[in-house]
């Protein structure tokens, strides 16, 4: 069964930088489409971040984050990256990888981490 487990959370100041991974196992993901979602309390779960299958180069970025963050992926260990610089309060959340077995990220993926927690200071 596919498991997601992500690492690198944490505390941070204003205009710092932070960078979440994620290591998938239990298949081979290089036809997987990997991102990321973001999550506040009391609020809905939300896109962050995509890579399209096969290190394809197709990435979205949604427009709240678009310049300061950065998504990758390494197909050789099973890991997506986000590289968060720039950080503001406003990132503060819980920040979930996902994985599907599509060419992009559906708005609903097939699998999912368990969540790590950002949270900026001001």
């Known amino acids: 069964q596919v498991q997601l487990v992500e690492s690198g959370g944490g505390l941070v100041q204003a205009g710092g930088s932070l960078r979440l991974s994620c290591v998938a196992s239990?298949?081979?993901?290089?036809?997987?489409?990997m991102g990321w979602f973001r999550q506040v309390p009391g609020k809905e779960r939300e896109f962050v971040a995509s890579i399209g299958s096969w290190n394809s180069g197709s990435t979205r970025i949604a427009d709240s984050v678009k310049g300061r963050f950065t998504i990758s992926r390494d197909n050789a260990r099973n890991t997506v990256y986000l590289q968060m610089n720039s950080l503001k309060p406003e990132d503060t959340a819980v920040y979930y990888c996902?994985?599907?077995?599509?060419?992009?990220?559906?708005?609903?993926?097939?699998?999912w981490g368990q969540g790590t927690q950002v949270t900026v200071s001001s």
């Open positions: 239990g298949g081979t993901f290089i036809a997987y489409a």
């Open positions: 996902a994985v599907d077995m599509f060419v992009v990220l559906r708005t609903t993926p097939r699998y």
